[in-house]
């Protein structure tokens, strides 16, 4: 067996599968792990990038942008994934943002998203309108998030840091559709990450399935009536799937669980194993009609599809209903990242408040930082129509889905789609701005090629020795200046060219190594 999950685990499966199942699940572990990886539309369709890369695809079947893939081929080491075109993910986890049948134009929240893969999933989907709120507690798996939104050139996203009971006092009646991906056990992925079924405890089951009741009721409050939400794990225990799901319904029966109707290799729920938890452990016996919800589940089986165990649950809020749109702000509780709430700030500078009108936290004025992104935009950018106003912050500028006062007493890890910073009056453009742009929205572009190796020279950080005829300019453009740099096409950052030397841009924590 490749993977030794722990025996006080195998035991437990053994008594809720029953022998015939349990051999044949037992059995999946001597089974080699499936790679994925899955297309990101915001910068390529499916069709061309099955023409682009150069490795072997094979359609994944509960998800259409996603192909497995052979993990000896090494998709990583491409520079088509420097420039976001996919997103390497296990191919299980690809089915609960399909279910969650994000539309453009709708308000999702992505509630336990770090390190980010179904963020980007749901940002595709809403092709770049609406907006998406992306949040995780873990303030260090708030750094891969916010790069993963960054390097697949998402626009209307903002990235949070807080809990669940905050999100809910700031949008209440807000969402139009949640994910909740809850921490959990992570017994269905003891074949992916053998450390975790070394570390696996019997414990783990009762500590996460509290915290993900906890999380779940503040979902609740967060989506709008008739919005959907979709619950999911990487686990097999019941007490943090049928029975998380049964409990949530009898405290909220404005919720209904809605039947999957899509592709027969998603099992359904097991509401057996609510009987067998009470007779187990004296636990709570729930209605017939909760119980019989629970069945309406789904789970992908390891032993059944090319992919790891997952649960799935798809909620809606019964009745109609309208976004709430007022602001609602946490008192003078201190933004994160805007230092101090503006009544507190306006309290601090006493009788010098009006001398401190249009200066932002930090003492920058703020016309002077407009300014200063109009100046680049009108020199730089093809009078491109960027989504989001402008929301200023310390010297750097963003653009955003939402107000500042809005996000006023929030964690807020990135309030918009962050263009860049502004130095001795001049922005300086971010990397996230470059990875979303399109060449077409640019002043000047330098295309280099996968094939022959200038495209790695630039992603390792070296300066390019480029004559000005390869940078492509806007009429009556000259070649000096910032440049997208562009990989067969596609964004990867930016340089600045002068007298045939370009200034590599390219952000040293993001290098090829």
Same mark, same amino acid.
């Given at each position: ?34 790679? $994925?990886? !899955? &297309?990101?539309? #915001?910068?390529?369709? +499916? ?9 072997? /695809? @094979? ?45 453009? $134009?709708? !308000? &999702?929240?992505? #509630?336990?998203?770090? +390190? ?9 989907? /809403? @092709? ?386």
């Amino acid at each position: 067996m490749a993977v030794q999950p722990p025996e006080e685990f195998l035991e437990r499966m053994q008594e809720l599968l029953g022998e015939e199942e349990y051999a044949a699940f037992h059995a999946s572990y001597d089974n080699p792990r499936f790679a $994925g990886v !899955r &297309v990101n539309t #915001l910068k390529i369709d +499916p069709e061309a990038f099955r023409e682009a890369v150069p490795f072997e /695809l @094979r359609p994944i079947p509960w998800c259409q942008t996603g192909y497995y893939v052979d993990e000896q081929t090494k998709p990583g080491k491409h520079p088509y994934y420097h420039a976001g075109l996919y997103y390497i993910q296990e191919p299980s986890a690809m089915a609960p943002v399909e279910l969650l049948e994000v539309a453009p $134009g709708e !308000r &999702v929240l992505d #509630l336990c998203a770090a +390190p980010g893969g179904k963020s980007t999933q749901i940002a595709a989907k /809403l @092709r770049g309108s609406g907006m998406l709120v992306t949040n995780d507690i873990n303030a260090e798996r708030t750094k891969a998030l916010a790069k993963n939104i960054e390097l697949y050139g998402v626009r209307n996203a903002v990235v949070l840091g807080e809990t669940p009971e905050r999100i809910a006092r700031a949008f209440p009646n807000f969402f139009d559709k949640i994910l909740i991906d809850a921490p959990c056990s992570g017994e269905g992925m003891f074949r992916k990450d053998e450390d975790m079924a070394r570390l696996w405890e019997p414990e783990w089951i009762r500590k996460y399935a509290g915290m993900q009741r906890d999380i779940l009721k503040s979902a609740a409050a967060l989506l709008v009536p008739g919005g959907r939400m979709v619950y999911s794990t990487c686990t097999f225990a019941p007490e943090e799937n049928e029975a998380t799901i049964a409990d949530f319904l009898l405290e909220h029966p404005e919720f209904k669980v809605v039947p999957l109707k899509w592709d027969p290799r998603i099992s359904p729920g097991r509401p057996e194993w609510l009987e067998w938890l009470a007779k187990r452990e004296e636990g709570r016996i729930y209605p017939a009609e909760v119980a019989a919800q629970t069945a309406m589940c789904g789970r992908l089986w390891p032993h059944k599809v090319e992919g790891e165990g997952h649960f799935l649950a798809v909620l809606e809020r019964q009745g109609e209903g309208q976004p709430q749109m007022e602001t609602i702000g946490l008192g003078n509780a201190p933004s994160e990242w805007e230092g101090e709430s503006r009544s507190k700030r306006e309290s601090r500078q006493g009788h010098r408040g009006r001398q401190g009108a249009g200066r932002d936290a930090k003492g920058v004025d703020e016309r002077e930082l407009l300014e200063s992104w109009r100046a680049f935009s009108r020199e730089h950018l093809n009078e491109a129509e960027l989504p989001g106003e402008p929301l200023l912050f310390g010297g750097n500028v963003y653009l955003s889905p939402l107000t500042k006062e809005r996000l006023d007493g929030l964690k807020v890890v990135r309030p918009g789609w962050y263009v860049g910073s502004v130095k001795n009056g001049r922005l300086i453009p971010g990397q996230p701005l470059a990875t979303a742009l399109s060449p077409s929205e640019t002043v000047r572009v330098l295309d280099l090629s996968a094939s022959d190796g200038e495209a790695i020279r630039y992603l390792k950080g070296e300066t390019l020795q480029v004559e000005a005829a390869r940078i492509q300019c806007s009429e009556n453009a000259s070649p000096k200046g910032y440049v997208l740099i562009t990989v067969d096409g596609y964004s990867l950052g930016w340089g600045k060219w002068q007298d045939g030397m370009l200034k590599n841009e390219y952000p040293a924590g993001w290098r090829w190594t």
